[in-house]
């Protein structure tokens, strides 16, 4: 039986904050380190500190340098990550800014980055003893905006709490962004299971301006003064909108708890993105913003894999001889672990898509970008589709499982 970790052994209730550069090509990663800070808060569980998701293409794992007794552990994604998968990275050597938390630690901890490979074997890729009593540990607050409660349901260690960031807001566009987060609080309660969470859900905003309205659009030859440095057209594409200056994130982000980084973009332009346990963005004023909205929050909370597929396919984006560790999509490799108790004994293989198969559970090919070899639960779903409004089956109870994480 696993040791059970108690916080107040181990941390105080504030956050350190390690920042690096994360390099490397499209076969190669090395971490530099940057800085380490204390930050005020911490928000995340104190009762679960050893997380059990399997989700994420890194995780961050504190060992107890004494004993060397894992303390903590969390998954997470990143920009490099996906930059590696980009014809760019064959050719040349790039670097990304990167931050993970973890709680404050009461003792020396040794600090390890490990990193999931093609073959779904974790690598450790960095690792670092620390004193917290060190005076190199950064103790200052680089911002001192103002934090609007918008819902406030729970204490920060029992509750999810999601904060908003505005990008591209003006000083006198703040009450707009107000206006916009309330706007997406009400949709995301619309959407199940969201809606049976409300009371486990905080949802704050920082009031931080951006010297300009809206954001970079690199294909128009737009490029706007704003505080969190997005754009649109993230590796060529041009609604896929990010930002590499993760430091601004962090930085903004520092003022107040937080679980989940929500980046709400100040324009009417349609896209998003999302990188697990990283940030979350998607734009304010777009027909389809409170579709976007939830659609990344998929990704960014409970690392669900995109279900639509293209007719060009990105074939090599997911190894067909290998089960993807998303939960809502399969290559039937290790299909046990996916959705297969939940079909019904007699099942035409793979399930046509089909007016009277729409609500039924299945298993349809197409998904993770690609049209072959990959097969997702629904016909419909939030993850695949603007045109409904629903998380599938799957996509659901993954959903539930890091919200009871979160709120217990």
């Keep these: 039986m696993a040791q059970k970790i108690i916080f107040e052994e181990y941390f105080e209730e504030a956050t350190l904050r390690f920042d690096y550069h994360h390099a490397g090509t499209d076969t190669t990663e090395v971490i530099y380190p940057e800085e380490y800070s204390k930050e005020k808060y911490w928000s995340g569980s104190k009762k679960h500190l050893i997380s059990p998701f399997d989700y994420g293409k890194y995780k961050v794992v504190v060992k107890d340098a004494k004993t060397k007794t894992i303390i903590y552990s969390n998954g997470y994604s990143t920009l490099f990550m996906e930059w590696q998968t980009t014809p760019e990275a064959k050719k040349i050597r790039k670097s990304y800014y990167e931050s993970v938390n973890v709680p404050f630690p009461k003792n020396k901890i040794i600090l390890e980055i490990n990193s999931i490979d093609k073959s779904q074997k974790w ?6 003893e620390i004193d917290p009593a060190n005076y190199f540990i950064k103790n200052e607050n680089a911002f001192t905006y103002k934090v609007e409660e918008i819902q406030v349901n729970n204490s920060p260690n029992k509750a999810l709490d999601i904060l908003f960031l505005p990008e591209g807001y003006t000083e006198n566009e703040m009450d707009k962004f107000i206006a916009d987060v309330t706007r997406l609080k009400s949709s995301l309660f619309k959407v199940k299971p969201f809606n049976e969470f409300k009371n486990s859900i905080n949802i704050r905003a920082v009031l931080a301006p951006s010297k300009e309205s809206g954001t970079d659009i690199p294909g128009e030859g737009i490029w706007k003064k704003t505080a969190l440095n997005t754009n649109f057209y993230t590796f060529d594409s041009e609604r896929y909108l990010t930002t590499k200056d993760i430091k601004s994130i962090k930085d903004i982000a520092g003022v107040s708890y937080y679980d989940q980084i929500y980046i709400l973009v100040n324009t009417d332009k349609y896209g998003g993105g999302a990188i697990y346990n990283f940030y979350n963005l998607c734009t304010s004023d777009n027909e389809f913003t409170e579709e976007v909205f939830s659609h990344e929050f998929g990704h960014g909370l409970a690392w669900l894999a995109d279900e639509y597929y ?18 809502n999509i399969t290559t039937l490799v290790n299909f046990d672990k996916k959705w297969k108790n939940k079909l019904p004994k007699k099942l035409e293989f793979p399930t046509k898509a089909s007016p009277k198969n729409l609500t039924k559970i299945g298993v349809y090919e197409g998904g993770g970008y690609t049209s072959k070899g990959v097969y997702r639960a629904f016909q419909e779903c939030k993850m695949k589709s603007n045109s409904t409004k629903e998380y599938c089956e799957v996509c659901e109870e993954t959903i539930v499982k890091v919200l009871e994480y979160y709120s217990e």
Excluded at 123 to 128: L, P, Q, V
Aim: no cysteine; hydrophobic share 15%; aromatic share 16%.
């Design 310 to 327: 293209y007719d060009d396919d990105m074939s090599s984006f997911y190894d067909t001889t290998l089960e993807p560790r998303e939960e």
């Design 123 to 128: 690598t450790n890729i960095y690792s670092e």
